[in-house]
Nanobody, 117 residues
Framework: QVQLVESGGGLVQAGGSLRLSCAASGSIFSAISMGWYRQTPGKQRELVATITTTIRSNYGDSVKGRFTITISRDNAKNTVYLQMNSLQPEDTAVYYC?????????WGQGTQVTVSS
């Protein structure tokens, strides 16, 4: 059993930055991928970014092409980060951390990100 705890969300003005952290209670070394997803009321959860054990990253269509969002992982700290710069109001959502292992998938409780215009 792995617990994921997100932190770093909050209220920021448009153009501002936030760094989200996802701390895992167990090792993420063997996680096939770690990722961030986001969800707004009435909409499906959507991919923001994932990163594999080989540090191969993938970004969702809603953020692809924006060179202001970067995912990274620190296996030694069992933590995954999402650095978000130049945030826009459309980035407002609950952000969820995700971990995929060979036999199970885990989700965090989510952290709210609100971007004011």
């Amino acid at each position: 059993q792995v617990q994921l705890v997100e932190s770093g969300g909050g209220l920021v003005q448009a153009g501002g930055s936030l760094r989200l952290s996802c701390a895992a209670s167990g090792s993420i070394f063997s996680a096939i991928s770690m990722g961030w997803y986001r969800q707004t009321p009435g909409k499906q959860r959507e991919l923001v970014a994932t990163i594999t054990t080989t540090i191969r990253s993938n970004y969702g269509d809603s953020v692809k092409g924006r060179f202001t969002i970067t995912i990274s992982r620190d296996n030694a700290k069992n933590t995954v980060y999402l650095q978000m710069n130049s945030l826009q109001p459309e980035d407002t959502a609950v952000y969820y951390c995700n971990a995929v292992y060979s036999n199970r998938e885990y989700w965090g409780q989510g952290t709210q990100v609100t971007v004011s215009s």
